[in-house]
């Protein structure tokens, strides 16, 4: 059997092999998927272990350390640190794979298959991987015993610092004015370097290399100035005067740059930041539209700042949403891009469509249904006649802002008294509301009977059961409850509380 | 109840499903419209409409406005609802005006104008979102009772003179027997206020006292009556 057998024989174990994959995947996902579960808990181990390498180096510069310190830091953090390294380096990408593709390449194109191409690329895609800073800086912190080394065990934690990984983004996008800026700096630093060493390497006890001179140069041009070096010539302090006002208006060039840069992309990065900081929640809103209804509903809410998010099209809207205190971003929701920013699979999300446009709530039930169906939506309708297409878009709830408030005149007109109750029932005002009771799967209060339960004690008035789809209204004393009761009761907020505490799931 | 005269102003996307309403409870419903068009659709959904200025007081004046229990401004434009319940207070301070608005800073208008209830078109929709997010089996319950005119409701009545109610304590009566239950009161006794039967207060029933009761349609309209025999 010839190495190319051996290699792809190896190959389809590994490809076939499914726990292979679920291993890899796993791994894949740890590394690299900000809402996966165990990636906090990962995270949070190695930077533990940076710290605590750091700690151990700064120790030692004055105090000796104890052997358990030293074991810890050059054997457990190393070994790590190592293994992390080539399992990064291992799920990059799959050799299997392309080893399995190009045979099937070769099958179907009927010419001699060999290991050696996809291998090759494969690795060179290795390779790759192993010339980013990242992964170079991850290489270089597995090396303990060489202490200056252990620096790079600092530079380790810049994977998990969001906040320079955008800087780094910001700057990157002006690539092409730093680039020129950098080389109109070589270029200064080269000549006035060169022009002080040839005038004053005679004359200046300080400059004794061509290193020096540049040394002086850079330290110059950047307006430093630390003074060890300085020109004692009529010509060297003639350049020294052109290099400083150079060096000044490079400077303010660079920092007009970055300032730039950074307040074209400051909407984009606090964006991320709130759509990040929400999706950590495992269940929250997105409204969308900062309308009436919306305000409405803020206020009525009291949300906690990462339990919703507004998306708003316009951006005067946005800015008075803001200054209202309100966390909102100027997105237009129908777009699916922008709703699969959101962590739609594995929180709870419900989109409520505010938007005074029939239209485009429409547009947006469908965005969030064919994302997943999971996705809550409830949506206001202004119009009948798109009650029936919501509902086929998918529509959780709909809501007729119209017939809700002619309903309610209706009641305030022919029974006032009621209207009272049922405002404060609906409004959820101090004194009673309809509160529903869930009864679990083990709850204590499965096989009791109504009459068992003193509802007058607690003060609640007990209205029905909603069981399968369909509402008891007051059924029988001797009705028993069932597990997936629903059971309505009006009350205080205090009396269901007590009454919860009283009955509840067991376990 | 069901000889109470309604002034309706506004027959457009309100006024009209609230006219048809009322007119199925059995009210009397008079329109009045400003606009051309709302005024002929009202009188060709068989309303007894009017068409006039509403900025002109003296055509005002001659609706005979006392004459109606209720005064309800439902008009399309919510300037106009402000303007229109500023003018009737100015000139009778004692009308029960209910108003729509769609707006916070429109209510607060039109409380100042003098509307006895105003009804904010965001607020009750916004209720209802915070009630579906929080208790979506209430809701939708709650949604069919105040919509259907049959199946589970909540009906008010009045205990009438010489009601077999009269002089009982409110827990003496076994509601349920009747299939029915009382959700609230309002005792003239004791204040003004409507309070629900969970604040865990004793009532002492008395004819004029009003009862909010909760059931089928049927049983409801069955016990509306029964109230109001003597003895059983």
């Known amino acids: 059997m010839g190495i190319n057998e051996i290699v792809l024989s190896v ?3 590994l490809h076939t092999s499914s726990t292979y994959h679920k291993i890899k995947h796993f791994v894949h996902d740890i590394f690299t998927n900000e809402k996966n579960v165990y990636k906090k808990y990962f995270d949070l181990t190695i930077i ?12 030692e510069v004055k105090y000796p350390v104890p052997y358990w310190m030293d074991f810890y830091d050059i054997y457990i953090v190393s070994v790590i640190f190592g293994l992390e390294y080539l399992l990064r380096l291992w799920v990059h990408n799959d050799l299997s794979e392309m080893v399995i593709e190009s045979y099937h390449d070769a099958q179907f194109l009927g010419k001699p298959f060999s290991a050696v191409a996809p291998l090759k690329k494969g690795l060179l895609q290795k390779l790759q991987f ?14 303990p015993t060489y202490r200056p080394l252990r620096l790079f065990r600092v530079l380790k934690l810049l994977r998990y610092a969001k ?11 002006k690539r092409f004015e730093l680039l020129t800026l950098l080389l109109l700096l070589v270029f200064i630093v080269f000549t006035s370097g060169i022009a002080i060493y040839v005038l004053e390497e005679k004359v200046n006890p300080n400059i004794n290399s061509v290193f020096d001179a540049f040394y002086w140069a850079l330290v110059t041009i950047s307006t430093v100035g630390f003074g060890d070096i300085s020109p004692v010539t009529v010509e060297g302090r003639s350049i020294s005067m052109m290099i400083i006002v150079s060096g000044i208006a490079m400077i303010s060039f660079a920092t007009s740059v970055i300032v730039s840069a950074f307040s074209e992309k400051l909407g984009e990065v606090k964006e991320q930041r709130v759509i990040e900081k929400i999706n950590k929640n495992d269940a929250f809103l997105i409204i969308c539209g900062y309308g009436q209804m919306a305000k409405m509903f803020l206020r009525k809410e009291n949300l906690r700042d990462d339990e919703y998010i507004i998306l708003e099209k316009d951006i005067e809207k946005v800015e008075a949403g803001r200054r209202e205190g309100y966390t909102i971003i100027q997105e237009d929701a129908s777009r699916t891009e922008v709703l699969k920013r959101f962590n739609t699979t594995h929180a709870k999300v419900t989109v409520l469509c505010l938007i005074a446009d029939d239209i485009e709530n429409i547009y947006i039930t469908l965005t969030a249904k064919s994302i997943s169906h999971k996705i809550k939506v409830i949506t206001r309708a202004n119009d009948s006649s798109m009650v029936k297409k919501l509902k086929h878009a998918g529509a959780d709830h709909i809501l007729m802002p119209t017939e809700v408030v002619n309903n309610m005149i209706h009641i305030a007109i022919t029974q006032p008294t009621m209207y009272k109750a049922l405002h404060a029932v609906l409004t959820g005002k101090d004194v009673a509301q309809i509160y529903e009771i869930h009864v679990g799967m083990h709850h204590t209060l499965i096989g009791m009977s109504i009459d068992a339960l003193d509802f007058i004690d607690y003060k609640l008035l007990f209205i029905g059961i909603h069981r399968n789809g369909t509402f008891l209204f007051n ?9 997936h009761d629903i059971m309505l009761v009006i009350g205080r907020k205090i009396s269901v509380e007590y009454f919860q505490k009283m009955h509840r799931e067991i376990g | 109840m069901g000889t109470k005269k309604i002034l309706l102003f506004g027959y457009g996307k309100h006024g009209r499903p609230i006219a048809k309403g009322l007119k199925e409870d059995g009210y ?28 002109d007081d003296d055509s005002l004046r001659e609706l005979d406005l006392q004459e109606y229990d209720q005064v309800v401004c439902v008009m399309d434009d919510e300037h106009y609802n402000v303007f229109l319940t500023l003018s009737l207070t100015a000139l009778f301070p004692d009308l029960y005006i209910v108003a729509i608005s769609d707006s916070i800073h429109v209510t607060e208008k039109l409380r100042l104008a003098g509307a006895k209830r105003v009804i904010d078109m965001y607020e009750v929709s916004a209720n209802r979102i915070y009630n579906i997010l929080h208790r979506p089996v ?8 105040v919509a259907s005119k049959e199946g589970i409701s909540f009906m008010e009545m009045e205990i009438p003179e010489g009601s077999f109610l009269h002089g009982k304590m409110s827990d003496e009566i076994n509601f349920a027997h009747y299939d029915v239950l009382l959700v609230g009161l ?23 006292d009003i009862i909010v009761c909760m059931g089928e349609v049927e049983n409801l309209r069955i016990f509306k009556k029964l109230i109001s025999k003597k003895e059983l």
């Open chain 2, 28 to 55: 009397r419903v008079r329109v009045v419209e400003e606009n051309f068009e709302g005024y002929e659709h009202a009188l060709k959904d068989g309303f007894y409409a009017v068409h006039i200025d509403i900025s």
């Open chain 2, 186 to 208: 309002v005792d003239f006794e004791r204040h003004q206020g409507f309070e629900f039967v969970t604040a865990g207060h004793q009532h002492c029933l008395d004819a004029g």
């Open chain 1, 475 to 483: 059924p029988p004393k001797d009705t028993i409850l069932e597990p």
């Open chain 1, 163 to 173: 906040s320079i990984n955008q800087f780094v983004d910001v700057l990157s996008n």
């Open chain 1, 130 to 143: 192993m010339v980013t800073p990242s992964a170079i800086i991850d290489l270089l912190a597995i090396f």
């Open chain 2, 138 to 145: 209430a809701t939708e319950l709650l949604k069919e009772f």
């Open chain 1, 11 to 13: 190959a389809r174990k």
């Open chain 1, 48 to 59: 533990f272990l940076i710290f605590t390498s750091i700690f151990i180096l700064v120790y």
